[in-house]
């Protein structure tokens, strides 16, 4: 299955960096390529996220969270158009003078009529940009 971890500092707490990325809700406010998202399940540190994501064109799948606050965030595959399988997650940890070293991992599995290099490319580009979406998110969070 493709994968790919990437990652980056961010001038924030680990604490800080865990609830901009645990609001998964408000993903759309700075990740142009998320149209919509609806939570459901919340059962303490879990629940089911519902995705409408612009790759190439909309898609929709759902995928189950797993939060350990405040250093992981941690998903698996529910279902989804186009996907086979989707795991991954983030990671935070303590970087030292109130900065955050963030990891995000992500491997995905995609039907036969996905060619692997749209996904590598998919991979490849989005990944960078969306780890800077959420560092700006982050920094610029009051």
């Not at 604490?15 to 809700?25: L, V």
């Not at 940890?93 to 109130?98: C, L, M, N, P, T």
């Not at 490319?121 to 998110?137: C, I, T, W, Y």
Request: hydrophobic content about 35%.
């Amino acid at each position: 299955m493709p994968g790919a971890t990437r990652s980056i500092v961010i001038n924030a707490p680990v604490e800080k960096c865990f609830e901009i990325i645990s609001d998964y809700e408000r993903y759309p406010e700075f990740l142009p390529e998320v149209k919509k998202i609806r939570t459901s399940n919340r059962r303490g540190p879990e629940c089911d996220v519902h995705y409408e994501a612009e790759v190439v064109k909309v898609i929709k799948y759902t995928l189950h969270l797993k939060e350990e606050k405040p250093n992981r965030v941690n998903w698996s595959f529910i279902e989804g158009e186009f996907m086979k399988d989707n795991k991954g997650g983030w990671v935070l940890e303590d970087a030292g003078q109130g900065t955050t070293k963030a990891t995000y991992s992500i491997e995905v599995a995609v039907g036969p009529l996905v060619p692997k290099t749209i996904l590598n490319a998919l991979v490849d580009s989005q990944l960078p940009r969306l780890l800077e979406n959420f560092k700006k998110r982050i920094e610029g969070a009051k």
